[in-house]
């Protein structure tokens, strides 16, 4: 097949499983098309690449400002009509906006303040986007609706750039001329990334179809819905067809499935896991912080089962290159977006590798625990819905932990704007909205 006719294609059936999916979801406003094109967005290579507009990391795009600053534009006038109470919700979502403030505050020590004031600029974004979720009628169907838009769109490019824009789809591993599928992202755990979280996010919502008596009205959707998640475990598979080739994508699909069905069997047998939860993301946290400064690896076996070798391919040598950075500035690190530059990620690396590691350079020890304290926050809140929504907080907390698991080996932590964090944020704002809902009983509006 000619790769225009694949694309074309590509095209019309990608815009046919979106009308479908609009059709479903007949009560929720057209805002949700901004919430999907910003997780589209985090998901994927900033527009400077697809137009061949991209300079180095210092400069950034400008073409990428302005379509986030038209995005903006178009929230805050949305938020305006809906007469939206900004200063109950910043009150009540405190926990994104100190991270949001430190990150500012950060930029005053930073050795590239214009620079990190730019990237800041991308994080601050991310609360009034997401602003918008919160003043919908129904949020979680909003979340839903926007997120399997994003997949609808995200998966099926990513093949056909895959097969047949290969100079777009495809990458070779700089070392060892492995051929690495990318699709939308930049790289190929990026393409994992989606990948996995996608296969949760589907196995969660075809589960939700299960006790549904009138099943037959859903045929379609639970057709369409197998079909990415088929694709989503195809791509993930990769060139060589195997569940190890993107390890950490691999291991946290299976720790998000493992989280669905331990906290459904608890919840069977009226097991409180508030505690339990809150232990275990403690547990993570740790164990992501002190690896990359140990240089250990707590199961040894674990890298063997995952078809990599007792370096986690590189990452350990990644980790001993950067801790001693890391330790000049342990406290308060280099502020934020102001350590990566063009030469270093070509003396090291294009990543930490660890986002907790990313995160402390950053913006230090203090930073990092701001971070973790929104996280335990985050998972607590949640934990909290089990008893009366537990199916938003089983699929929730699956997010959470996968994110937390995924960050040991790669980078996401740190940054609000760039996928999954985008959908953490996202999930902390949902569980906070009984909280601005009572506001409105008092008078304020949202």
Known sequence: MQPELALILTCLFV????????????DISKTVWILS??????????????FNMERTIEEGSILDRYFLLILVIFAIAILRKRNFDWSYALKKNYFVVLIIGYMLLSITWSTFPAISFRRWGKEAITLIIAFLLITEQNPYKAFHSSFKKAIYIALPF??????YFPQYGRAYHIHTGELMWVGIASQKNGLGLICSFSAIFLIWSLWQFLPEKNISSKKLQILIDSAMLMLSIYLLLGPRRTLTYSSTSFFALLIGLVTIILLKIGIKKGIRVENKIIIIVLIIIFTGTFMPFSGKIPI???????????TLTGRTQIWNALVPYASKKILFGYGFGGFWTTSLREQISVSAH???LDTILNVGIIGLLIFAAFLISSAKIIAKTIKDNWQEAVLLLSIIFMYLVHNITESSLGHLGSFPSSL?????LLNNMENLKRGQTTGRSL
């Open 37 to 50: 094109i910003w997780l589209l967005y985090s998901v994927s290579k900033g527009l400077g690449y697809w």
């Open 354 to 356: 660890s986002g907790y």
């Open 300 to 310: 040894k076996e674990l890298p063997k089962m995952l078809g990599r070798d007792a």
């Open 424 to 428: 953490i944020v996202l999930s902390y």
């Open 15 to 26: 815009t046919i499983i979106l009308i479908v999916e609009d059709r479903q979801n007949d």
């Open 158 to 163: 990513s093949l056909v750039l895959v097969k």
